[in-house]
């Protein structure tokens, strides 16, 4: 016992130093990228900027705010991120709930499965996705970042593992008070099914937000660019000064290295304020979704 005592005190403390430098990798290059923004254009230049601010300036800040091309940006990546999520947590709640029902009620649930389950491994590439989407004439618009990934195969599979988790009692109950699929659907599983409904609306969320790379080729005008996309073609070193709506006299005084940092610091602020209110279900809702068969 006392030799089981003593290696689970090594354990537990080894455990939490690995935890410890997990979270300092994760925390000190937000805590860099801040001081950075907030660091004269001397400092910032000098490269002496590391987890504290030199010589205080909320300069990068106001100028980033006053940037109508980066408002612009922020509020494409807020529509995109809205109408994404929803359509995709929409197309999975439903498809999820019609492939958790057993064959004797759903004949064609087998097939399905399998074709779902077929475009999650196999992808068509990027060509045929660009002809698609043009094709159908949604190329710069919303729907051309929106619709080609609404579906997830892999969030489909963890709300219909949920959905066969749900008693069979509770729908059958529902059915003999009249109700029907949908109702049944609205009124018994999405209530017992918020944890992994928030976990799921979470991944589809960052997911929306930090893409980047469909932005850049569907979308020909920068201006319809979503703020992953910008922020791209910005730290890649494009020079989009021409259409950044930047004050010229302004960046004098602020260098471009400080600039960049509070526009990635402030990108990150929605995200950062959305997932303490989903985080209490996140590790329930993978837990749950995740052990069936």
């Known amino acids: 016992m006392m030799r089981r005592s003593f290696s689970y005190r090594v354990f537990s403390v080894a455990n939490h130093l690995f935890l410890v430098l997990i979270s300092l990798l994760c925390i000190l ?11 004269s254009k001397a400092a910032a230049t000098a490269n002496i900027v590391k987890f504290w601010p030199v010589e205080l300036t909320f300069d990068a800040y106001r100028l980033t705010i006053e940037n109508s091309f980066f408002i612009g940006s922020l509020w494409n990546s807020i529509e995109r991120t809205v109408l994404g999520t929803l359509i995709s947590m929409v197309l999975c709640i439903t498809a999820a709930y019609a492939l958790s029902k057993e064959n004797r009620v759903f004949p064609g649930r087998t097939f399905y499965s399998w074709f779902f389950i077929f475009t999650m491994l196999f992808s068509a590439g990027l060509i045929p996705s660009y002809l698609v989407v043009t094709n159908l004439g949604i190329k710069n618009t919303i729907w051309a970042l929106v619709l080609p ?10 709300m219909l593992n949920f959905f066969r988790g749900i008693p069979k009692d509770l729908e059958e109950a529902a059915f003999m008070d009249g109700a029907g699929h949908f109702v049944t659907l609205w009124k018994v599983y999405l209530p017992l099914s918020m944890p992994s409904v928030a976990t799921l ?5 960052v997911g929306n937000w930090n893409a980047w790379f ?3 080729i569907y979308l020909n005008n920068a201006q319809d660019y979503p703020l992953a996309t910008l922020l791209q073609q910005l730290t890649a070193g494009i020079d989009m000064s021409t259409s950044s709506a930047v004050n010229a006299d302004a960046l004098k005084n602020i260098a471009q290295r400080t600039v960049k940092a509070a526009q990635i610091f402030l990108s990150m602020i929605p995200i950062l304020i959305v997932y303490p209110f989903l985080q209490r279900y996140f590790v329930q809702g993978m837990t749950l979704g995740s052990v069936k068969e």
């Open 149 to 158: 990934g609404a579906v997830s195969v892999y969030n489909m599979v963890l």
């Open 201 to 205: 609306s979470l991944f589809s969320m």
């Open 29 to 39: 290059p937000l805590l860099h990228i801040l001081a950075v923004s907030l660091s």
């Open 214 to 216: 469909d932005g850049l």
